[in-house]
């Protein structure tokens, strides 16, 4: 287990950028890979972004494709995600999460074991 604590969320016009962190306490992070969910008002948490445990290998949802990243830094125990060109659409609670499990890439919300409280992301003029 690893506790994940996000950051980095808030309102934005569309067409902006924010650049969301995850940052991890305990030693299992670098054995982990780590994804990125969302949640908007009424509806299921979905799959955002998942990277592997090096960093090397990188999946995402397709509303999302050429316009988000996802990123980690072993080193500093933090997982980021670069979401550019956000639209109305985007608007949602952001999770961040560990998954110990093959099959990460998959994006099942139930291979994930450890998950973050959540930061608002606000996309609207």
């Known amino acids: 287990q690893v506790r994940l604590v996000e950051s980095g969320g808030g309102l934005v016009q569309p067409g902006g950028s924010l650049r969301l962190s995850c940052a991890a306490s305990g030693r299992t992070f670098s054995s982990a890979a780590m994804g990125w969910f969302r949640q908007a008002p009424g509806k299921e948490r979905t799959f955002v972004a998942t990277i592997n445990r090096s960093g090397s290998s990188t999946t995402y949802a397709e509303p999302v494709k050429g316009r988000f990243t996802i990123s980690r830094d072993n080193a500093k125990n933090t997982v980021y995600l670069q979401m550019n060109t956000l639209k109305p659409e985007d608007t949602a609670v952001y999770y961040c999460?560990?998954?110990?499990?093959?099959?990460?890439?998959?994006?099942?919300?139930?291979?994930?074991?450890?998950w973050g409280q959540g930061t608002q992301v606000t996309v609207s003029s």
């Open positions: 999460a560990a998954s110990w499990s093959s099959g990460y890439d998959t994006g099942l919300k139930n291979l994930y074991g450890s």
